[in-house]
DNA sequence: CATGAATGAGAATTCATTCAT
DNA sequence: TATGAATGAATTCTCATTCAT
């Protein structure tokens, strides 16, 4: 059968997306990203996420199930994007020290660019994590990570310049909490401090009081 | 006397039409407090906050005027009730380390108790503060509370015990976030980190971890 | 708000109303008629009126019955002030066409001067004059009107200024009809016309059609 | 074949899920003309319209965006139905007398045809033609209408039957104003003048007036 | 005569998901 | 694989009127 039915009428032959599975998913996935980033899970809105991604709503479904496998999906993509950014920082060839000021420096900036991925962290938390409990893929994504941390560590306290016994869990709780908390909370933090917690100089005043603080704390 | 009346279902008997003002204003914020605290802004339903309070579902227009300046209501009385409990703690009868000490400590522990507030304050920053914003009482509720820990500062300083020159607002940020954060991501970090975060031990390490991490960080 | 509270401190004594029936009333009614000359019946809110009243709400059903009857009230007021006013153009002295003329600028000028008294009769309209069936003081009002225009026909008929057979009530509905639709109508008819209706040149134009319209369709 | 489903009450076996986006377009449409021209702009009901359309409500949402829009629809299309049946009355092929008389005819058994028209526009002013002024269609229905006017006048004036100068708008605001009053405020001017003003007698007497108070102005 | 708290029955609008084609 | 029309259950908010004091 003919494609472009007759039923559309003048300056037909719309651009009927010709199959392509692959690009379809990845123009959904994409879409879905950018809308859970923005307004988060509840806020989100399945008519939106098809009519940025350009196709039919039924076509989520199909590729995905539901909105909650999207968001895991969704989820998954940015775990992985951000893990992925911390694997080509190379720590493992920096000296402790200075793996850890690029890491806390890192991580600062990741969230400061990507504020949707804060967004999506929220959420999940909001939702206890149901979607990510399900994921499969997602704890083999961070162990590496944390090992990588651990790694660090150790080689600090074996150099002398760390103190023993270090928490690897605890540090990396330690330093996204420090950015986290500044930047999703400055809403709320702007007024009851009434100061403006975007302004450059504030950013940077609160990188420089990150570095300093875990560094000072992992001082022997 | 008449025993509710056959139209209420279960639980009936309700002291309805009570007739008192200060009465219903209260058990619909009492309501609403717990709705909002357990299921933020817009998970909310003012249906269930009406049948929690007890009252009649246009009474909280009457009394609030809307969902959203219900809401700011609640989130004033949820900042009033700590910054309550933190001016009883006497911190400016303290030594300097002793106070932050206990500052902290309650600050963890009452993260801890009152999970609803972390909730609250969450919700609010997702809708960027447009509430508070709003408010009237909320930032002379805590300019003395800054003023308080700033005072502890300085003295600390004088004292030799603490270094000079850390910004009070920044300390503040820090003690929130690190105790803010393990708490609100406990649900996705705990996968991630494929560690029971809530087990007894577990809270005590990071009350530990957290007064080790912001005292070291103080001291000169 | 919920008034009558301990807690209105200050100022107190609120000018809680002395007991007068008359007063009362009266306020009622005029705040009642501001209320329904801009809003209409069904835009108009009871609430609004008791509070623009400075009247308990309870009131207006004590005085009035009920949203209808205090309606009624208003409209048979405003049908009161258009026809006493009327009355005092003294129109039985003036030589016929000279009373046409004053009559039909009086009419124009008051519709333009009380757009409030369009909006009622409009309303009034839309319910098919329910309220104003149950009137018992209505037509009352309106036959030495009708008996007044046909008098001014008679004389000019005899002094051969007039054509002879002219239907007063027809012409009273013409005279109204030419004014009032013109401005109830102007907001449509703006936009269909392409042109300001309200501009003070556009007011005296149609303010001579209709003179010249109606004199033109009287002269023999 | 199951007949409707139990769950459907009286009035059963529709053909439900249709599947015909422009029947069903078209019956939401002309449902919300019934609707809308019965009650007027705030006193439809969206549900009603749904239920006489025999759509889901929602569909009201997804076709027409809001009550509004809807609104808007309903209006464009009475403004076109009566522009075309007058467009169809080839008043360029009449004498210019003729042509008037006609006109004016037509909109006299237009309106008494058509109360919902009436009823419609009035529904439009009384919210300030908020609907109308968003539309891109309508001015282009109108001007050809009095294009075609003006030029009655001129040919009228040019054969020395119609006096010099007259304005169009003027004259066609007034033919429907003659018209639209009486019928809109007869519920009111019934009472006043104590005269049935549907009798068929009265209504053809009014419609003599008419035509009478136009060709008598227009006489040079 | 006066107060204002309390009520119940709707109002428009929204949303994730499914179904016919 | 792809389309988009169709669904029903909720959601916030409104309003004239009545009741306890």
Redesign the pocket.
């Known amino acids: 059968m003919p494609v472009g039915d007759s039923r559309r009428g003048a300056g037909g032959s719309?651009p009927?997306?010709?199959?392509?599975?692959e690009a379809?998913r990845r123009r959904i996935l994409r879409a879905a990203t950018g809308e859970f980033a923005r307004l988060g899970l509840?806020g989100?809105?399945?008519?939106r996420i098809a009519e940025r991604a350009r196709?039919?709503?039924?076509?989520i479904?199909?590729?995905f199930g539901?909105?909650?496998e999207l968001f895991l999906a969704v989820l998954e993509g940015a775990y992985a994007n951000i893990r992925n950014a911390e694997r080509r920082l190379d720590l493992e060839h920096l000296a402790p020290e200075e793996a850890i000021r690029t890491l806390v420096t890192f991580t600062w900036n990741y969230y400061l660019d990507n504020p949707g991925f804060l967004r999506l962290v929220n959420s999940e938390n909001l939702h206890k994590a149901r979607h990510l409990k399900r994921s499969k893929v997602i704890k083999d994504m961070h162990s590496p990570f944390v090992e990588m941390v651990a790694d660090i560590l150790r080689r600090g306290a074996r150099h002398g310049i760390f103190r023993k016994g270090v928490d690897p869990v605890q540090l990396n709780m330690t330093i996204a909490a420090l950015g986290y908390y500044y930047l999703t909370n400055r809403y709320t933090s702007s007024i009851i401090f009434d100061r403006d917690l975007m302004a450059p100089a504030a950013l940077d005043a609160r990188l420089a009081f990150i570095i300093d603080n875990v560094l000072g704390y992992l001082r022997p």
Chains 1, 2, 3, 4 share one sequence.
């Open positions: 719309l009927r997306r010709a199959r392509n599975p379809t509840s989100a809105r399945v008519d196709v039919n709503k039924r076509m479904y199909h590729y539901s909105k909650d």
